[in-house]
């Protein structure tokens, strides 16, 4: 029971994520035909649904690299998707240190671990710099 109820889950999930490309490939190709170059990121590794105490943390990773692997795929010289992963992980551990333990204040102060800190931002940042320059394709 358990096991059917997981896989319904996992199937839910699974369209979701093909739902959430398709909006992405649209809006991409309206959007994006002013500039010479868009550039996005993968899925940084949340530590709130990747860590090893996260509850559905198989279920959790597998959705998250299914779709960082899909969307790596859209990746075109005009449409660049950076892969951050690597930058978030150590000794294939999820570095918390980059997110925010805590939000809100006094009564509204709740767990995070999903929102990136300044050090986390500071990252994406440094990881921005590696994204080779755009070369249009020339028309031979």
Not at 35 to 54: C, D, E, G, Q, S
Not at 107 to 122: E, Q, S, T, V, Y
Request: proline letters at 9%.
């Amino acid at each position: 029971m358990a096991l059917a109820a997981m896989e319904s889950g996992q199937r839910v999930a699974q369209r979701k994520i093909r739902q959430t490309l398709s909006i992405l490939r649209t809006v991409l190709s309206k959007k994006c035909k002013a500039y010479a170059r868009a550039v996005i990121t993968t899925v940084p590794p949340l530590p709130k649904l990747l860590a090893p105490n996260a509850g559905n943390a198989d279920l959790n990773r597998h959705l998250w690299s299914t779709f960082n692997k899909a969307l790596l795929e859209l990746s075109t010289p005009r449409f660049f998707v950076l892969d951050v992963e690597p930058y978030f992980m150590k000794d294939d551990l999820v570095q918390e240190e980059l997110f925010e333990s805590f939000m809100g204040q006094d009564a509204k102060r709740r767990p995070d671990r999903m929102h990136l800190n300044p050090k986390g931002m500071d990252v994406i940042e440094e990881t921005l710099k590696t994204v080779p320059p755009f070369q249009p394709p020339t028309n031979n």
